[in-house]
């Protein structure tokens, strides 16, 4: 934002060299020196003169400056001093006034060499709706002045100006204190705009337009920033669920490694009745027998809900594959990620259609599936399978430790008591294996929804993410009524990329407190790391935060 660093001390001497380098040097020490190494300047420099008259004058035009261009500034403004008119060294002076506006970073060479140039600048204009518009607080700079009388309105009186360029009509209602103008344009066009300085010590080169819903900053006839008011809807308060609801399927896939890629090679599903079962090598055969099986059970003009416990990175690669044949397939994406995958199937009648939904429980519940059972205190829980083993035919022995994952000796021991004397069949166990991941996943999906919904009548399955759930809950109950706006396009798009958190990381170089020298035993003492969540949310929310 625009801002102002004053210097009163002059005692009424008029303006020097001397004096304007002293106060450069001033500026530059009290401003420029804490931010010298990552910003620059955008900065305008004006006097006041001690006649009243006289008012403010600018010496020189808005320019860029890095913390090492205070030389080639002071040279800038003594050069546009000599060839000002002789009022400026004559008259005292009461105030030398630097207006800047902080920026990120270096400016480039380019705006640098503005610093060498002395020449007075052309009327600015900006555009607006296909017209160009003077950047002006002066009615003499709009055009030929036609007419001027003064008014009143409401007890406050005003210096009216009639200014004529070219086919436009300019109507210029300025205050005495020349603190504002309500500019109009006469004739067919229908616009009108206020222009407002900045403040008493601002010349009528720093000012704002409100002009239709935009405010904009002008500096020196550049537009240094520009606020819009943006048509937004409030978000909706939603409706509480009146029913709980708890038809769906669960699914999972199973795969061997064979020349280095996963084959699935066995697909259930189960909807808390029933289970479905498909098997084989063939890839084609085993989807499409799944996906039939599946469609059968779904009404025309009805939709079935399928969850699979990591849809993102495992089962929905698989199932976009041999969806596609089906029908319509509409993945959803977000930040490259599938969140979940519809499948539109179309009969004769609208009220034929069919329609699946796949979605990823682990987007709901992100924990493993046997951390899930424990949490959920689920009775059978999730049980154990070797998946080093590749061989879908085989049918002996338990197969050896080796080929487990994740089990103990004793719980591999327990499997061995378990099935002594007995045949351990492939094809039997991870069918078995697979109905109990999807049942598991079932119970578990039931009791989080039944869990939800007696604390706040929502149900799970309208929520993609877990994210979304805690938002729908929002929404539901503690949302305020029109409190909250959407902004969306490239408003949206230009907040999202300006907002960032920050990070602040304190090292210890080394855990060392012995010394260095060779031949000595070295003695460590033990490094703590501390992680504050949310810490810049917390220090605003509670103390005075400046400007």
């Known amino acids: ?29 009290d401003i420029f020196n804490e931010i010298k190494d990552t910003k620059h300047l ?88 296909n017209m160009n518009l003077p950047v002006s607080m002066s009615p003499t700079d709009y055009g030929e002045i036609q007419a001027s009388e003064f008014f009143k309105i409401n007890g ?9 360029n070219g086919s436009k009509i300019f109507r210029i209602d300025r205050s005495l204190d020349r603190s504002h103008n309500k500019v109009t344009i006469l004739g067919n066009i229908d616009l009108s705009w206020i222009d407002t300085k900045l403040n008493e010590h601002s010349v009528e080169d720093i000012f704002t337009r409100e002009i239709k819903k935009s405010t904009i900053y002008f500096m020196d006839g550049q537009v240094v920033l520009r606020k819009q008011i943006l048509p937004a809807k409030a978000f909706r308060r939603l409706q509480a669920d009146n029913t709980l609801v708890n038809e769906f399927y669960t699914m999972d896939i199973e795969t061997i490694k064979h020349d280095r890629k996963l084959n699935p090679y066995l697909i ?52 976009m594959r041999h969806l596609l044949e089906y029908g319509k397939v509409e993945p959803l994406l977000f930040n490259g990620r599938l969140m979940s995958i519809k499948l539109k199937i179309n009969g004769d009648n609208k009220s034929d259609t069919k329609t699946l939904v796949f979605k990823d429980s682990y987007l709901l519940l992100p924990l493993s599936l046997r951390k899930l059972c424990k949490a959920f205190n689920l009775e059978v829980a999730k049980g154990y ?94 949302m305020p009524k029109d409190t909250i706006y959407q902004i969306l396009g490239k408003p949206e798009f230009n907040i999202r990329k300006s907002y960032s ?47």
């Not at 102002?4 to 009424?12: A, M, P, W």
């Open 268 to 319: 259930c599903a189960y909807n808390g009745l029933d289970y479905i079962t498909s098997y084989g090598k063939d890839q084609k055969v085993l989807f499409n027998t799944f996906f039939d099986q599946l469609l059968s059970k779904v009404k025309k003009g009805h939709s079935a809900i399928v969850y699979a416990h990591n849809l993102s990175g495992f089962d929905g690669i698989f199932l």
């Open 501 to 547: 958190g920050g990070a602040v990381d304190v090292y210890i170089p080394h855990n060392r407190i012995s010394g260095f020298i060779s031949g000595i035993k070295s003695i460590f003492i033990k490094l703590y790391c501390y992680d504050v969540n949310s810490l810049y949310p917390f220090v605003m929310a509670f103390n005075d935060m400046h400007n």
């Open 1 to 29: 934002m625009i801002k102002l660093n004053s210097f009163s001390s002059i005692n009424n001497l008029p303006l020097t060299n001397e004096i304007l380098v002293y106060f450069i040097n001033k500026f530059w020490d």
């Open 385 to 478: 399978f070797p998946f080093l083993l590749n061989d879908v035919f085989y049918s002996g022995v338990i197969p050896k430790f080796a080929h487990w994952i994740g089990i103990s000796k004793n719980e591999y021991e327990s499997l061995v008591t378990e099935y002594k004397g007995k045949m351990w069949s492939f094809h039997n166990e991870s069918v078995k294996y697979c109905k109990l991941d999807c049942k598991c996943l079932h119970e578990i999906l039931v009791k989080f929804n039944i869990l939800i919904f007696n604390n706040f009548n929502v149900n799970v399955h309208k929520s993609l993410t877990l994210p979304a759930l805690a938002m729908r809950i929002y929404k539901s109950y503690y």
């Open 156 to 164: 406050i009186t005003y210096h009216r100006y009639i200014v004529y």
């Open 42 to 129: 955008l900065i305008l420099c004006k006097i006041k003169f001690t006649n009243e008259e006289l008012g403010y004058r600018t010496l020189g035009h808005l320019r860029q400056v890095n913390y090492n261009d205070k030389e080639l500034f002071i040279d800038y403004l003594s050069q546009r001093l000599s060839i000002l008119s002789d009022s400026y060294m004559t008259h005292p002076i009461s105030n030398i006034i630097f207006s800047y506006i902080i920026k990120q970073g270096q400016c480039i060479d380019k705006n640098r060499a503005l610093l060498q140039n002395l020449d007075d600048k052309l009327a600015s204009t900006h555009s607006f709706n």
